[in-house]
Structures are given as C-alpha cells and as structure tokens.
C-alpha cells in the first residue's frame, strides 16, 4: 500500500533497524523503545489491523507468532509481552497489522 508507514519499511524506502525477515513477515526494532528489548513484528502483505484478519490470512499471524518465539530464543528473552493495539481507542497509530514485543523489565498488568 503505497502511503503505508510499514510497506515503505518493509520495501526499504524508509530505513528499519532489521530483526528478522522472511517471504511473510518482517522484524524491527521500534523507533520509540517502551522497554529495553521492543521490537515489530509484521505481514508483509498489507493487512490494516487486527480487525482485518480473515480464514484466508490468518496462516501469517500464526507465522508472525512463530517467528515472535524464534526471535526471542535467540536473543535469550525468556519472558515478555506481546502488545497489539487495534483501532484508535486501543492506540493504534499506524495502520498496518504489528506486533509489539516487549521485554527487559518489569510490565504492570492492567497495562
Ligand atoms: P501502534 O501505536 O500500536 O500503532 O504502534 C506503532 C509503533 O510504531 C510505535 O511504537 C512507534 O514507535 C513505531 N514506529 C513508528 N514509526 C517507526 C519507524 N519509522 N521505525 C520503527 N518504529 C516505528
Ligand atoms: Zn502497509
């Protein structure tokens, strides 16, 4: 999607501290870190939030979940928290379908 913030990360037109990458999804460290391990994790197909999850692209949250785990053994995050924040209210603010990972220090819950 052309004037998407994370399309243009993933296509590279925008500079991204990479994580991880594969055919699906793409990893980043996030430009404004809550915690001392923060990380992204999107599709790479174009999905606007968590409400647009449909039968037909579920299989890449699943992936992006795996990938989660995998990046995180290999980092030697044992605990954290994965965060999506979808529509407005929630504090979406970029219109592409994230995930937030988030470790390295104590988390409150509620958040
Ligand atoms: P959300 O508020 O849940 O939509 O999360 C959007 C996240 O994207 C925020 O945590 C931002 O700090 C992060 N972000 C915005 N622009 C960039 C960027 N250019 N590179 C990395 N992270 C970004
Ligand atoms: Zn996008």
């Known amino acids: ?23 699906v999804c793409y990893a980043f460290n996030d430009i404004d870190p809550q915690a001392p391990t923060h990380f992204l994790v999107i599709p790479k197909a ?3 939030s968590c409400g647009e999850i449909t039968p037909e692209n579920s ?6 979940f795996e990938v989660i785990v995998k990046i995180c053994k290999e980092l030697g995050v044992e605990s954290y928290r994965i965060v999506n924040n979808c529509g407005d209210q929630a504090g979406q603010t970029v219109k592409h379908l994230h995930f937030h990972v988030l470790a390295g220090r104590d988390m409150t819950w509620p958040p």
């Open 59 to 64: 299989a890449v949250v699943a992936h992006c």
């Open 46 to 48: 174009h999905i606007a």
């Open 1 to 23: 999607m052309s004037d998407c913030l994370f399309c243009k990360i993933i296509a590279g037109e925008i500079p991204s501290s990479k994580v991880y990458e594969d055919d």
